[in-house]
């Protein structure tokens, strides 16, 4: 039987993570081990400066006080004693797309996976503050992961869904979008009157690209955008080697030196 670990940042008494159990379960067996307060926004983290424990909450359903990779790893170590066949990351209350891929804890845990060798999907859904109705998102994310299986990603792969508010028209292939980030910090004082900071949501200005995840959730498509983990920046590879030949060598010796 196929093994399907779920994770996520929003906690594994998220409604969109058992919206995912529920959906996955005629695919194979599913187990979910997710943090067990919300890590919404911490990239790619790994805990390495306290310990961390595994609580068995209900029948194949564990929590982690850590984050989504960290919850990926201890499945594979700790749960599994090996590897899952895939590993599906959400439904993220709020979509992932753009430039914000980097900050999400969603997609880090799909990741994670890639770079352990298991397919890895992440799943979004448009934020609102009505009830959120996860039946769009948790059938897209049926529907990929039975094609997942059928025909499985290129190694260190990981589909980036992104799911509309209402019925969805259709799917689209997509790239990340991207745009003007502009981080609003705000400012406030205690009753002692000393300072403490929020990081806000500024005035961000998206880059219009006809093929881009933003452009097709805009439009009330699924947005399906494959990722991977080398920030490698292929284009500018022969720049930088024009920089490297015309600067000049700095040796460890010669710096500060008159």
Request: overall charge negative; charged content about 20%; hydrophobic content about 40%.
């Amino acid at each position: 039987m196929r093994r399907i670990l779920l994770t996520n940042d929003d906690g594994y008494r998220s409604d969109g993570i058992r919206a995912l159990a529920d959906v996955l379960t005629p695919l194979g067996e599913v187990t979910v081990v997710a943090p067990i307060h919300e890590a919404s926004a911490v990239g790619h983290a790994l805990t390495i400066r306290h310990p961390l424990r595994l609580e068995r909450m209900a029948d194949r359903v564990f929590a982690v006080d850590g984050t989504p990779s960290d919850c990926v790893n201890i499945a594979v170590g700790h749960v599994y004693g090996g590897l899952p066949d895939l590993v599906v990351s959400g439904i993220n209350k709020g979509w992932n797309l753009g430039d914000d891929v980097t900050y999400s804890g969603t997609v880090a845990g799909a990741l994670e996976a890639a770079l352990l060798g298991i397919p890895g999907m992440a799943v979004s859904l448009r934020a609102t503050s009505d009830p959120y109705d996860f039946r769009s998102a948790a059938r897209a994310a049926l529907a990929m992961a039975d094609a997942v299986f059928r025909h499985p990603l290129p190694p260190r792969t990981v589909l980036n869904i992104n799911v509309p508010g209402g019925v969805p028209k259709g799917y689209r292939v997509t790239v990340q979008a991207s745009r003007n980030r502009v981080t609003s910090v705000g400012q406030r004082h205690d009753p002692k009157g000393r300072p403490y900071y929020w990081i806000e949501e500024g005035q961000d200005e998206w880059h219009p690209h006809a093929r881009s995840d933003y452009q097709a959730v805009r439009d009330g498509y699924v947005s399906l955008t494959p990722l991977h983990p080398d920030l490698t920046a292929h284009h500018a590879l022969a720049e930088v080697e024009r920089l490297s030949l015309e600067g000049p060598l700095v040796t460890s010796g010669s710096i500060g030196e008159a």
